[in-house]
């Protein structure tokens, strides 16, 4: 696996130059809506890659990565267009220099190349969906049961599975077809034996009484037993075996099927049948197109979100909602098709097994008019014989039964007019043959019997081989079915698992007892949740927007876990938790801090404040962020890295912009001040929108600071602790003298920012602003200049322990003795 | 193919071989042709299966 250490991009996208320095750390991109941040995810994904996930799928057709992939200003010179990464190796710990040009996107350099870091590159392009969008999520969360199982299986790299049952399935299908094919050959091959031996059953001693009574005239060994290897013709001359027509037989053969064609009317029930089935599917040429494109339509419903666009043609509509129920109707549609398809094999499988057996009468008689000099009965034969097959593959699919409509109305069969006078010419022919000699009628007979219970014996056997092919295919589909089954339900309920406590984690405060579960079944999987113990529910039942985003992740967390173990250490969360609600940031960051410590997520977002959590949380250290703003077609974005507040200040003091230093120090204070009144449990009147004045937060945040302080002394007191006593002293002591400064200069940010007195504000009269902020600020951080969180409140609401940061050197106990 | 996929497929050799009704040959054909880079056409398995039901004919 790979990390980043940097990125850098070239003409790419909205970006005409940027570079970002990640460290391997995780690392988030923040600035308002059209800033240009979703370049980055592009910029690293095309690099890995290749491919712009944006520029393919549905919606954008005409869209190319060659043609859109470069800066607009530069879309004549698709080799301006590059993205580098700097990546290491997570294994070796070795960096190398990967880069491609959107005119070459199928190939790329990587500096140093060796086997090593193409093998940990590979690992990340084998992988695309460590790149995650909002979108994508959700689908693992709102999706159908079927599209959801697809989702996760592809997540999973499972998609083989289902392929494999397929072809599995597909195959004992064939195996199957086979059986009807070789059983269906076994009935004609009996057929021809009952005829020839004249017998209604195949019984041995009816057979063996008159294979004998020929052999004893012919003076031969009575056969003693009936095997499907006798030889019937054993003892014959070699000239004797030459003589195959016998008269009686070849009658018999020839009368068989003018009496099967004078009663075809056993077909009538089954053509009944089929003639309503086939009149509907005419009357309406959709319900053929539902059918083709039954499935094609469902996976186009699966993938309709949120934009009123056919997702499979692109066409706009009015609202997602018509797109959705015109749809549905289709896929109703498809459903009636469905039936009335049911009804159509039904009615035309049977048709099948009774042409092809006349079929096979119609050839048992071909040599007879052929050996009689009969030829246009052998043609007309021949062509009946063509014309059954035709029909037979046709009734084998609806469409092709519908091209047969005109024949099941009138007449299916269509035997031509002058056959049955040429059957029945036939037959006078035969009976008109001068009688052969006994001896030589039963050499005939002798031969012909071993000829058909040879054809019996091969059918037979050929049924046999059907029959056991078609046991195996079953076999071994139940085995992997079964296998697939057990495996699946291990992986789900791990996955189950580990969804359920990232959720708990998230949402500790009020859905702590939450459960979920998945549940596979015939290539479905279904998930329900709990929701506040009342009962299981699809996710989207009763959950806000906000807890089926966290929902969503959680589940993509799980799977990823599931699927990489501990080479899970790269991910590209590309705004996925814009709906997460205000309350449960900070769990979010601390479930992606505690529970994938090695992972680098690099994160998007639109949302300032949840970038500032996730670097008072830990989840980023303080350099590990880039502020995208301004952006404009002909510059790109405006980007600061890693630059924090005091920074851009100073940087605006520089330029004697005190207007900008004012607003940002306006902007910069109310953001931290909100995470500061959570990190110490301020206590804040409460309001609706959660949108505080930094007044309102600034007296709270203060206080409640003193409090934990005198909280901190008691303990100390208590525990005779002379050191701890000390260390609290001196930081209420620092508190005093900071909290004076800042509210000396408490005025002048109230001024500059509402009544735009900074035109009349100097830089000097600014600076000494800045500085008593700072000192301010710096009451809530520990020495450690590695260590970026605020300073926290930790223990349950009422049993509070510490007062720490995360480094442990800010550590105040606020527990008495 | 994915460890989940190739442990599925073992599983699934050892079943058929513990139920012991298809032959070992089969069975080895079988995983060599479910776990090839490109997977073979039912078309093509059934002609694997025919040909093994042929060796078992007598």
């Not at chain 1, 690392?27 to 996930?53: E, Q, R, Y």
């Not at chain 1, 199957?176 to 209604?200: I, M, N, P, Y």
């Not at chain 1, 509509?317 to 018509?322: H, I, L, P, S, T």
């Not at chain 1, 934990?708 to 260390?727: D, E, I, P």
Request: proline share 3%.
């Amino acid at each position: 696996m790979i990390q980043l250490e940097a990125i850098h991009i070239e003409e790419f996208r909205g970006i005409r130059k940027l570079d970002l320095k990640l460290d391997c750390k995780s690392f988030v991109v923040h600035g308002p809506n059209g800033s240009g941040k979703s370049g980055v995810v592009d910029a690293i994904g095309f690099a890995i890659t290749g491919t712009i996930s944006r520029l393919s799928g549905p919606g954008t057709g005409g869209l190319t990565v060659l043609r859109h992939g470069p800066h607009v200003h530069r879309r004549d010179d698709p080799a301006a267009a590059k993205v580098s990464l700097t990546i290491r190796d997570t294994t070796t710990g070795k960096s190398a220099v990967l880069s491609r040009t959107i005119k070459a996107p199928g190939s790329f350099t990587l500096t140093p190349d060796t086997t090593e870091m193409r093998e940990a590159l590979r690992s990340v392009q084998d992988h695309p969906e460590l790149t995650l969008s909002r979108r994508e999520i959700i689908k693992f969360i709102l999706a159908e049961s079927g599209k959801r199982a697809a989702e996760v299986q592809a997540l999973l790299k499972l998609e083989g599975l289902e392929e494999r049952r397929k072809t599995l399935k597909t195959t004992l299908s064939l195996a199957s077809r086979d059986v009807t094919g070789s059983k269906a050959s076994l009935e004609d091959a009996r057929d021809g034996a009952r005829r020839h031996f004249d017998v209604a059953d195949l019984d041995a001693t009816e057979i063996m009484k008159a294979a004998n009574k020929r052999r004893d005239l012919l003076k031969l060994t009575p056969l003693q037993e009936l095997s499907l290897d006798t030889d019937f013709k054993q003892g014959l001359e070699q000239e004797e075996t030459q003589t195959t027509f016998n008269k009686a037989s070849a009658t018999r053969d020839v009368e068989a099927l003018v009496k099967a064609l004078a009663h075809s009317e056993v077909m009538n029930d089954n053509i009944a049948a089929l003639r309503p089935a086939l009149s509907d599917l005419a009357s309406d040429v959709t319900i053929l197109e539902a059918l083709q494109q039954r499935e094609f339509v469902a996976s186009g419903l699966d993938l309709v979100i949120d934009a009123a666009v056919c997702p499979l043609c692109d066409t706009a509509w009015e609202n997602v909602d018509a797109l959705r129920q015109h749809l549905q109707e289709k896929i109703a549609r498809s459903d009636a098709a469905a039936a009335l398809q049911k009804k159509i094999m039904t009615a035309g499988t049977a048709l099948i097994a009774q042409i092809r057996s006349l079929r096979g009468l119609v050839r048992a008689t071909q040599p007879h008019a052929l050996a009689h000099g009969d030829v246009p009965l052998q043609l007309a034969l021949e062509q009946v014989y063509e014309d059954f097959l035709t029909v037979e593959t046709a009734l084998g699919s609806p469409q092709g039964a519908l091209g047969q409509k005109e024949r099941v109305d009138s007449d299916l069969l269509r035997i031509p007019a002058d056959l049955q006078d040429g059957l029945a010419g036939l037959i006078r022919t035969l009976r008109a043959l001068p009688d052969n000699s006994a001896r030589v009628d039963a050499q005939s007979y002798l031969v012909l019997a071993d000829e058909r219970w040879s054809q019996l014996r091969l059918a037979k056997a050929k049924y046999g081989r059907s029959m056991a092919v078609k046991s195996s295919a079953q076999t071994i589909y139940d085995a992997y079915c079964k296998s697939v089954d057990t495996a699946l339900t291990n992986l789900y309920e791990t996955v189950e698992g580990s969804f359920s406590e990232f959720y708990r984690q998230i949402n500790s405060d009020d859905e702590a007892a939450f459960k979920a579960e998945l549940g596979p079944s015939s290539g479905k999987l279904d998930l329900v949740v709990d929701f506040y113990g009342l009962g299981m529910f699809p996710p989207g039942a009763y959950h806000s927007e906000g807890h089926q985003d966290g929902m969503g992740v959680c589940l993509y967390l799980a799977l990823v876990k599931q699927l990489l173990g501990d080479s899970f250490r790269f991910a590209v969360l590309d705004d996925v938790v814009m709906s997460v609600d205000s309350n449960h940031r900070r769990q979010f960051c601390e479930l992606l801090k505690e529970r994938f410590p090695d992972v680098q997520f690099v994160i998007t977002t639109h949302d300032e404040i949840w970038a500032k959590q996730m670097q008072s949380s830990g989840l980023i250290s303080r350099t590990g962020h880039a502020r995208f703003y301004g952006w404009n077609v002909n510059e790109g974005p405006a980007a600061e890295q890693g630059v924090d507040l005091w920074d851009r200040i100073d940087a605006d003091l520089a330029k004697d912009d005190v207007a900008g230093a004012a607003h940002k120090l306006r902007r910069g204070l109310e953001a931290i001040m909100t995470d500061l009144a959570e990190a110490l449990r301020a206590r804040v009147a409460y309001k609706g929108d959660a949108k505080y004045e930094l007044g309102e937060l600034l007296g709270s945040v203060t206080g409640r600071h003193g409090d934990w302080l005198s909280k901190a002394a008691k303990s100390a007191n208590s525990w005779g602790n002379a050191a701890a006593k000390q260390s609290v002293e001196e930081l209420k002591d620092s508190r005093s003298k900071a909290v004076l400064a800042q509210q000396n200069e408490n005025w002048a940010v109230n001024a500059l920012v509402h009544y735009n007195e900074w035109a009349s504000m100097s830089k000097a009269d600014f600076v000494p602003v800045v500085k008593a902020w700072r000192q301010f600020l710096e009451l809530f951080q520990c020495d450690n200049a590695a260590c970026e969180s605020w300073i926290y409140v930790s223990g349950a609401a009422g049993k509070e322990e510490t007062l720490r940061c995360d480094c442990g050197v800010y550590n105040l106990n606020l527990v008495g003795k | 193919m994915s460890n989940i996929e190739q442990q599925i497929l073992i599983d699934f050799v050892s079943e058929l071989v513990t139920q012991g009704s298809v032959p070992a040959s089969l069975i080895s054909e079988l995983h060599d042709r479910l776990t090839s880079e490109k997977l073979p056409s039912a078309e093509m398995l059934l002609t694997v299966l025919r040909d093994a039901a042929k060796e078992g004919t007598p």
